[in-house]
């Protein structure tokens, strides 16, 4: 079961990395931001690696905080990598 996440609206330019975004029924905790240096635009990737965007830097988007999630998926990945490596 998740927690509840209060919800925050925030320009895109504002966002960073580790927050959740919700936005158009799509909800993931952001990994890294990736701004494109001719037109400014902005793109998110996902703790997953999946692309989002592409941003308007003034467009508002919903923003929560669940780093509680962003601990379990970090130790899951740790764990993952150290199961990995001793059957190697």
């Known amino acids: 079961m998740r927690g509840r996440v209060k919800i ?3 320009k895109a330019r504002d966002v ?3 927050e959740t975004i919700l936005d158009r029924s799509t ?3 952001i ?3 990736l701004v494109n240096a001719e037109h400014g635009l902005i793109a998110f990737v996902d703790m997953e690696g999946v692309w989002h965007g592409v941003y308007h830097p ?3 988007l919903g923003v929560g ?3 509680n999630q ?3 998926h970090s130790e ?3 764990q993952e990598k150290r199961l990995s490596a001793s059957t190697s």
């Open 8 to 10: 925050i609206e925030h």
């Open 16 to 18: 960073k990395s580790g």
């Open 27 to 29: 909800r993931f905790i």
């Open 31 to 33: 990994k890294e931001v």
């Open 58 to 60: 003034d467009e508002y």
């Open 65 to 67: 905080n669940e780093s």
């Open 70 to 72: 962003i601990r379990n």
């Open 76 to 78: 899951k990945n740790t």
